[in-house]
């Protein structure tokens, strides 16, 4: 257990991660306390944050959480949470960009306000908090243990479907492109950037398809694996990424999508099954 122990630590470490009251944001942190980090949690809904907080302290493990409200829906949101993880803390090893927003409309009626407040979240607060916070990042790296950096795309970033999520799959393919490309400018600085791209999980954002175990199972029918994504799923990943065993990969896009991103409907040479 010592070397499984050594590989996969994440024992005081120090993250922010945005968007952690619900879903998978509230995955990952909870994967993380459990795992002995400190977790920032901030979201629209600061109350919501400080529940979670204490749920996730009361477990009694040797990480701890701490919430409090984060907006990155806004240039003065984004700065102002900047300004209240600097207030805690002048390093950072890990930042997971999980905040998100989606819309559903049909093409011909879909809402010019809309694209602007969906991207204004999953992709233009993304980048300026992360910007903001590349100090923090820095003072936590070193040359064998970069700090980390994960952004929340998505597998409708991956392939071509938006179910009327217009704005929401473009976001997520933006926040693919833009994860290699901060991967690459921020090699040099000791901070690896990767993302993950979910298929379906319970959360909040995806109440009205798996908000019941019936819901659930239906979606869970057309992944090619046979089921929805659960906590561990997410608590797994994001120890590779933000342990020693994932300190050499930057710029993946990480898919945990039950093998939707590969799958298709072609069928060249054999009859589909």
């Known amino acids: 257990m010592a070397y499984l122990d050594e590989l996969f630590s994440v024992a005081g470490k120090r993250a922010?991660?945005?968007g952690a009251a619900s879903g998978i944001g509230r995955m990952a942190a909870t994967a993380l306390v459990r795992a002995g980090a400190e977790v920032y949690i901030?979201?629209?809904r600061p109350e919501e944050c400080e529940k979670v907080a204490g749920e996730l302290n009361a477990l009694g493990c040797a990480g701890k959480a701490e919430g409090f409200a984060g907006n990155v829906g806004s240039e003065e949101g984004v700065n102002a949470l900047a300004?209240?993880?600097r207030a805690r803390t002048d390093h950072l090893h890990i930042l997971i960009n999980n905040a998100g927003l989606s819309w559903g409309e049909p093409l011909d009626t879909f809402p010019y306000h809309a694209w602007a407040r969906v991207l204004n979240v999953n992709v233009t607060g993304l980048f300026h908090l992360t910007r903001s916070l590349l100090p923090l990042l820095e003072n936590a790296a070193t040359d064998n243990d970069p700090a980390r950096?994960?952004?929340l795309g998505s597998v409708m970033g991956t392939q071509p479907i938006a179910d009327g999520a217009y704005s929401y799959t473009a976001s997520k393919a933006a926040v693919h492109h833009l994860t290699r490309t901060l991967a690459y400018e921020l090699a040099g600085r000791?901070?690896?950037?990767n993302a993950f791209a979910p298929g379906p999980f319970q959360s909040r954002m995806t109440a009205f398809a798996t908000g019941t175990d019936e819901k659930a199972a239906r979606v869970g029918s057309r992944v090619p694996i046979g089921r929805i994504g659960n906590?561990?799923?997410i608590a797994g990943a994001t120890l590779y990424l933000c342990a020693k065993a994932g300190s050499y990969v930057t710029g993946a896009i990480l898919p945990i999508d039950g093998g939707q991103s590969v799958q298709h409907g072609m069928s060249l040479f054999k009859e589909p099954d």
């Not at 000791?190 to 950037?193: D, K, N, P, R």
């Open 190 to 193: 000791h901070i690896t950037v």
């Open 16 to 18: 922010l991660i945005t």
């Open 83 to 85: 300004e209240a993880v």
């Open 231 to 233: 906590p561990d799923d």
């Open 42 to 44: 901030a979201s629209r």
């Open 149 to 151: 950096i994960i952004n």
